[in-house]
């Protein structure tokens, strides 16, 4: 078996029997695309199936000279799922990456926007232009809804049930939820619709596609991306804003106002409760105030 088969079987192993979006097969084959690049680099003519721990921690040594701790853990982590394929398979008996440790990262708390901050940053599109009101819906439903930005660009008109107060999202691994969207959201959605998207000129393919760029085809996600880096810059907001932003916020400001982590779990679709359990962390007075509130012996 070569690099080159075993990369392919792995990247249908992961949509397939694992469900995995394009985004993550993406980032878990390009850890084992980096191992292949290091390899060739070095002349080192070792297979998927005889490999050793030695050469690989040899790779994660050079790594981490251009890495951070953090990336160099998620490298150890994408090598370590992809070796433990080749054991499910029974390519191989063991995992070259068994005895390899990751380095200690701790947890990362997230980035958040104040309700001020993210006024400002929506405040600064210029609704002028026919993309400021497409613009603004999809800032209002990155934090009005807590969408990841792949779950934002993928969203159709045939998702949206705008009468029963939910729009429907696929997130990771083309799971299915249905958040609510409340009634401000809904009206900058509907503008947007009704007066700019009604009258563009829409691709085939893309006529479900909820929000498209000038050309009528589906935004991309740098785009989004691009769109929030420039309202911050003109804002002069000195952080570092990204589309998990407003999803963070979305979350964070829910907790400060008492809404119960299951809840907030349910509408981020987290698979486990122990990913939105980082939000408690953000904000210790907020948890100081629910002990003075309910706890018995206050």
């Excluded at 990262?105 to 980035?111: A, H, V």
């Excluded at 619709?193 to 596609?209: C, K, L, P, S, V």
């Amino acid at each position: 078996m070569n690099w080159q088969q075993a990369l392919k079987d792995y990247n249908s192993y992961l949509k397939i029997e694992r469900g995995l979006s394009k985004n993550s097969i993406e980032n878990y084959s390009r850890d084992v695309s980096k191992l292949v690049f290091y390899l060739e680099q070095s002349h080192i003519d070792s297979s998927p199936i005889s490999i050793t721990s030695t050469i690989i921690q040899e790779f994660i040594y050079e790594s981490s000279k251009r890495i951070n701790a953090r990336s160099q853990s998620r490298l150890i982590s994408g090598l370590r799922s992809f070796f433990n394929y080749l054991i499910f398979e029974d390519y191989r008996n063991d995992n070259p990456l068994d005895l390899i440790e990751s380095p200690k990262i701790g947890r990362k708390l997230p980035d958040t926007l104040s309700e001020e901050e993210i006024d400002f940053i929506i405040a600064a599109i210029d609704l002028s232009k026919p993309e400021g009101e497409r613009n603004r819906a999809m800032l209002e439903m990155l934090y009005g809804c807590g969408l990841r930005v792949s779950e934002l660009t993928n969203l159709k008109l045939s998702d949206l049930f705008f009468d029963e107060g939910f729009i429907k999202v696929t997130g990771k691994g083309d799971k299915q939820r249905f958040v609510p969207i409340v009634e401000s959201t809904i009206k900058y959605v509907t503008i947007y619709r009704t007066q700019i998207r009604n009258h563009m000129n829409i691709q085939a393919g893309f006529e479900d596609t909820l929000f498209l760029n000038r050309r009528g085809k589906q935004l991309t996600r740098a785009m989004v991306f691009t769109i929030i880096k420039r309202l911050v810059e003109a804002i002069g907001l000195k952080k570092n804003v990204s589309p998990h932003t407003f999803r963070h916020s979305f979350a964070t400001h829910l907790l400060q106002n008492n809404a119960d982590l299951r809840s907030i779990q349910l509408m981020l679709g987290h698979e486990s409760i122990t990913t939105t359990e980082i939000y408690v962390h953000l904000d210790k007075s907020h948890l100081t105030k629910v002990i003075e509130k309910y706890h018995p012996r206050k």
